[in-house]
Antibody, heavy 122, light 108 residues
Framework: QVQLQESGPGLVKPSQTLSLTCTVS??????????WTWIRQPAGKGLEWIGH???????LYNPSLNSRVTISLDMSKSRFSLHLTSVTAADTAVYYC??????????????WGQGTLVTVSS | DIQMTQSPSSLSASVGDRVTITCRAS??????LNWYQQKPGKAPFLLIY???NLQGGVPSRFSGSGSGTDFTLTISSLQPEDFATYYC??????????FGPGTKVDAK
């Protein structure tokens, strides 16, 4: 059973880079046609898709964040990472990693990591 | 971007009630629609994919229907563990994948 676990600093200063890692266990990150995904949720608000990296290494990002986001894949360590530059208080949120996959044409996200709170503050 | 709306934004119900939540897309998304359940402090959990397909392990009291722009999630007989927030998500036109704002189901 595949499990995902986020890790990284819980506090980032404004204008700096937010960096998180998602470690995948119970399955190979390189097998199958999966979209290794980052999604965030500000406190008390809804879900925002940040972007994903496909098993092939191709990436797709939310246009609203495109210039600030990089997602990378480290197959040797079975993990993928998120880097978000020039953060502001608006980037404060719980960040989730998730596995996306296509079934019956639609792409859904399952499973998810437990989430990690990142606060942007000086 | 395709905008997703949900109604109601919240509802109060009792155990045993039939609950229906509506999700609407700003343009046709055919059946590229998924539903998630999220409990406080927890990650979302996939309930239904492709509008009407129950994810493995999800109780059969959950069902989904719809296509095009209008979709519904129904809980046929609400159980205590079903009090949560429910989100719809489209994957027809990306990027970005977009979620609805959520519907909170709480106890009456």
């Amino acid at each position: 059973q595949v499990q995902l676990q986020e890790s990284g600093p819980g506090l980032v200063k404004p204008s700096q880079t937010l960096s998180l890692t998602c470690t995948v266990s119970g399955g190979s990150i390189s097998s199958g046609a999966y979209y290794w995904t980052w999604i965030r949720q500000p406190a008390g608000k809804g879900l925002e898709w940040i972007g994903h990296i496909y098993s092939s290494g191709d990436t797709l990002y939310n246009p609203s964040l495109n210039s600030r986001v990089t997602i990378s894949l480290d197959m040797s360590k079975s993990r993928f990472s998120l880097h978000l530059t020039s953060v502001t208080a608006a980037d404060t949120a719980v960040y989730y990693c998730a596995r996306g996959y296509r079934v019956a044409f639609t792409v859904s996200f399952d499973p998810w990591g437990q989430g990690t709170l990142v606060t942007v503050s000086s | 971007d395709i905008q997703m709306t949900q109604s109601p934004s919240s509802l109060s119900a009792s155990v045993g009630d039939r609950v229906t939540i509506t999700c609407r897309a700003s343009q046709s998304i055919y059946n590229y629609l998924n539903w998630y359940q999220q409990k406080p402090g927890k990650a979302p959990f996939l309930l239904i994919y492709a509008a009407s397909n129950l994810q493995g392990g999800v109780p059969s009291r959950f069902s989904g229907s719809g296509s095009g722009t209008d979709f519904t999630l129904t809980i046929s007989s609400l159980q205590p563990e079903d009090f949560a927030t429910y989100y719809c998500q489209q994957s027809y036109s990306t990027p970005p994948f977009t979620f609805g704002p959520g519907t909170k189901v709480d106890a009456k």
